[in-house]
């Protein structure tokens, strides 16, 4: 947990000069959340069908946007994330940081593309995931989405994002039974989630003339 809290808090230092002083800058929290499909790939990049066996994934949690600009913003929050596939009844929950540049377009409706790495904490469950698993993950989000103004200071986000992991989170490739002998090979594996998800936000700052 403060692993996670203290590469967020590195990376807003560093963009903070990409703020523009002469502005005034708009900061947005809200809570989002919604559902999809979550996979295991036994490969970086290409995905075996016969490992390939979605299970239903998604999540939700607490979000918070920097505006440096009308087109320029950087996003980040807290997310709860459940991943993994059907083979073997392979359940994984995690807890998402994800540090994400938005590009924005139009203004309303305002359409955006999200896009940059997220870091997970495996949270601890009753299960043998310590064995199997290792605590973190590591990958790529990219989201397309659309946010609707109910009011200056209210709105709703509608978005499509891929959190798609790059990182190999088996801890083991191989599983032992108590005589330590190997009964499966478990090899590589890389957790992705594509899911819809719902926002509803609250901005606060001075409303552009």
């Given at each position: 947990?403060?692993?996670?809290?203290?590469?967020?808090l590195?990376?807003?230092?560093?963009?903070?000069?990409?703020?523009?002083?002469?502005?005034?800058?708009?900061?947005?929290?809200?809570?989002?959340?919604?559902?999809?499909?979550?996979?295991?790939?036994?490969?970086?990049?290409?995905?075996q069908?016969?490992?390939?066996?979605?299970a239903?994934?998604?999540?939700?949690?607490?979000?918070?946007?920097v505006?440096f600009?009308?087109?320029?913003?950087?996003?980040?929050?807290?997310?709860y994330?459940?991943?993994g596939?059907?083979?073997?009844?392979?359940?994984?929950?995690y807890l998402t940081?994800?540090?994400?540049?938005?590009?924005?377009?139009?203004?309303?409706?305002?359409?955006?593309?999200?896009?940059g790495?997220?870091v997970?904490?495996?949270?601890?469950?009753?299960?043998d995931?310590?064995?199997?698993?290792?605590p973190?993950?590591l990958?790529?989000?990219?989201g397309?989405g659309?946010?609707?103004?109910?009011?200056?200071?209210?709105?709703l986000?509608?978005?499509?994002?891929?959190?798609?992991?790059?990182?190999?989170?088996?801890?083991?490739?191989?599983y032992?039974?108590w005589?330590?002998?190997?009964?499966?090979?478990?090899?590589?594996?890389?957790?992705n989630t594509?899911?819809?998800?719902?926002?509803?936000?609250?901005?606060?700052?001075?409303?552009?003339?």
């Open positions: 947990m403060k692993t996670i809290s203290g590469i967020a590195i990376i807003l230092l560093g963009l903070c000069p990409l703020i523009n002083p002469g502005q005034t800058n708009k900061f947005q929290v809200g809570f989002e959340g919604g559902a999809g499909l979550s996979t295991l790939r036994y490969d970086l990049f290409f995905y069908s016969k490992y390939v066996e979605a239903w994934g998604g999540g939700g949690g607490l979000t918070f946007r505006d600009n009308k087109r320029l913003a950087l996003k980040t929050g807290f997310s994330e459940l991943k596939s059907t083979r073997g009844d392979c359940r994984l929950n940081l994800p540090i994400l540049l938005q590009l924005k377009f139009g203004r309303a409706p305002l359409f955006f593309i999200n896009i790495p997220y997970g904490y495996l949270l601890p469950v009753i299960s995931n310590d064995y199997y698993f290792k973190f993950d990958g790529a989000s990219i397309l659309i946010g609707i103004p109910i009011s200056h200071q209210f709105g986000t509608f978005e499509i994002r891929n959190n798609l992991g790059l990182m190999n989170v088996s801890r083991n490739s191989v032992k039974d005589h330590g002998d190997v009964v499966a090979e478990i090899g590589d594996r890389y957790t594509t899911f819809a998800q719902i926002g509803f936000v609250y901005n606060f700052g001075k409303k552009e003339k």
